[in-house]
């Protein structure tokens, strides 16, 4: 089971930067960042449908949706204010620098996530282990930036 959740992680991973590629060639064709981040979540939202149309995903009870908490409905916000940037500076900076900058972002708020136990997360202490791990990857982006 963890090699699978590894796998598709990684496949997830490989996926973001073909995404990127991908917007960028609409953000091309439509001459607007916020057209082609329109037309990618325009695209997801039919793939989820048919993925819970396929998975016969039964619809939220109300009482189930009142229940969420307040904070939780701003992933979709996140999520299209992540599209929107890398159609925007994905061009400029190159998928290797903005996928470096992008996994640094991640993992520096991962880390507080963690240390406080947000979001449903378990929570971890940081340690050395975790702070010199950022700094590696932080010192990878310098490199990646250099090259």
Same mark, same amino acid.
């Given at each position: !089971?963890?090699?699978?959740?590894?796998?598709?992680?990684?496949?997830?991973?490989?996926?973001?930067?073909?995404?990127?590629?991908?917007?960028?060639?609409?953000?091309?064709?439509?001459?607007?960042?916020?057209?082609?981040?329109?037309?990618?979540?325009?695209?997801?939202?039919?793939?989820? !449908?048919?993925?819970?149309?396929? !998975?016969?995903?039964?619809?939220?009870?109300?009482?189930?949706?009142?229940?969420v908490p307040w904070w939780a409905w701003f992933g979709g916000l996140l999520g299209a204010f992540y599209v929107a940037t890398v159609t925007v500076a994905g061009p400029k900076l190159g998928a290797t620098l903005l996928l470096a900058i992008t996994?640094?972002?991640?993992?520096?708020?991962?880390?507080?996530?963690?240390?406080?136990?947000?979001?449903?997360?378990?929570?971890?202490?940081?340690?050395?282990?975790?702070?010199?791990?950022?700094?590696?990857?932080?010192?990878? &982006?310098?490199? &990646?930036?250099?090259?």
């Amino acid at each position: !089971m963890q090699a699978t959740l590894w796998l598709l992680v990684l496949a997830a991973g490989f996926g973001l930067t073909i995404q990127v590629g991908l917007n960028a060639a609409l953000r091309t064709a439509f001459q607007s960042a916020g057209a082609a981040a329109f037309a990618n979540f325009t695209v997801g939202i039919l793939a989820l !449908m048919a993925f819970l149309l396929v !998975m016969r995903t039964p619809v939220p009870s109300r009482e189930a949706i009142a229940g969420v908490p307040w904070w939780a409905w701003f992933g979709g916000l996140l999520g299209a204010f992540y599209v929107a940037t890398v159609t925007v500076a994905g061009p400029k900076l190159g998928a290797t620098l903005l996928l470096a900058i992008t996994v640094f972002g991640q993992l520096a708020a991962a880390l507080i996530v963690d240390q406080n136990g947000w979001l449903g997360f378990p929570q971890q202490p940081v340690t050395l282990a975790r702070v010199a791990g950022c700094a590696l990857l932080l010192g990878g &982006v310098w490199l &990646v930036s250099r090259g």
